[in-house]
């Protein structure tokens, strides 16, 4: 039987590192500060956004939520996104994604200012984290390799397999295992023979959005199973799931779903399965993470201490020791 590594203990335990270093900060007259933009009213998005709010006054930073309605323009928000460039008492900036269609995504990210940029999504700061230049990660992705250094140690040499080439997660994800010296092998919904790629992975990333896509005997025997897909699924669907679901591309985003919930569709009784069908694999794999209660608490985790970096970085302090 797998080890299940605990997410929630272990974003808990970073949260309140983050919180400790933060009350370092006060000292010195810095309080860190993270302001989210959410456009429109997608249910899930909404809980993610309050989710973040709590966590991070929790961490004793300042936290600023610009709710928009869902008709906001382009120009509107990036007009909310110079503001919140120029506006000292803001340290990182995140807008909520997926934005509505009539928005260019890409331009939005790209108008956020690189050092306040806690998503790590700014096209400088994918360059940089592929050149091996210093950047603030992604959150899942830096969430997922946390949890594996913790599980596994040094990672050299290991060959990891991800499933996903979303920018959020599936992309960044490689460039991270990457830079810890894994052999890295990117996976998708279109790569021929899937479960025999996957039995050659040590580490084996899930994070393509389809419901217990990986089946138990696609793992191969004390592989490290990280499981980043977040999916609601009737509960009286689970067994067919996988199938159902079929090739549906790459999940882009994941949030802070389990414990703290997330959105729930009214009638019927729902349950949140990942992207690996847990109960089979965890009889094959040395190590698994749950849905919920895995990778998912440390997104908002890793935010934190994104905007802590980004605090310090910009007031020119040194950044924690230990985080
Ligand atoms: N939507 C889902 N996950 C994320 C994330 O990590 N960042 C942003 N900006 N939007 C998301």
């Known amino acids: 039987m797998a080890t299940i590594i605990d997410g929630r203990a272990f974003a808990a335990d970073l949260r309140a590192r983050v919180g400790e270093a933060v009350a370092g900060l006060a000292a010195r007259g810095v309080r860190p500060g993270l302001a989210v933009a959410l456009v429109g009213d997608d249910p899930a998005s909404g809980v993610y956004v309050r989710n973040k709010g709590k966590q991070t006054r929790a961490a004793g930073m300042n936290s600023f939520e610009h709710k928009l309605p869902a008709d906001t323009g382009q120009d509107e928000l990036l007009a909310l996104v110079a503001r919140l460039n120029a506006d000292p008492q803001v340290h990182g900036i995140l807008v909520q994604l997926p934005l509505p269609a009539h928005i ?8 956020i200012r ?17 050149v091996g230049a210093e950047a603030l990660p992604p959150c899942t992705p830096a969430g997922c390799l946390l949890l594996l250094r913790h599980q596994l140690g040094d990672l050299t040499g290991r060959h990891a ?6 920018n959020i ?6 460039q991270l295992l990457l830079r810890a010296h894994c052999t890295v092998t990117i996976a998708h919904s279109r790569t021929r023979d899937l479960p025999v790629v996957c039995r050659a992975a040590d580490i084996l990333v899930a994070a393509v959005g389809v419901p217990q896509l990986v089946k138990g ?13 977040i999916n609601r699924v009737a509960a009286a669907d689970l067994d067919a799931a996988g199938d159902a679901a079929g090739a549906s591309g790459d ?20 349950r949140l399965v990942g992207d690996v069908d847990f109960a089979a694999a965890q009889q094959v794999a040395g190590a698994i993470t749950p849905v919920p209660g895995g990778v998912g608490p440390m997104t908002i985790a890793c935010l934190l201490r994104n905007t802590l970096l980004a605090a310090c970085r910009i007031h020119g302090i040194e950044a924690p020791a230990g985080l």
Do not use: Q, Y
């Open 251 to 270: 999940a882009g985003a994941s949030g802070d779903a389990g414990a703290s919930g997330d959105a729930k569709p009214a009638g019927g009784a729902t």
């Open 169 to 174: 997660v599936g992309k960044p994800v490689a």
């Open 104 to 111: 260019d995504e890409a331009k939005v990210i790209n108008a």
């Open 161 to 166: 397999v991800v499933i996903g080439r979303s």
């Open 114 to 130: 690189v050092d306040k940029d806690v998503d790590g999504f700014h096209f400088e700061n994918v360059g940089r984290l592929s």
């Open 217 to 229: 005997d696609w793992v191969r025997p004390g592989a490290t199973v990280i499981d980043v897909g």
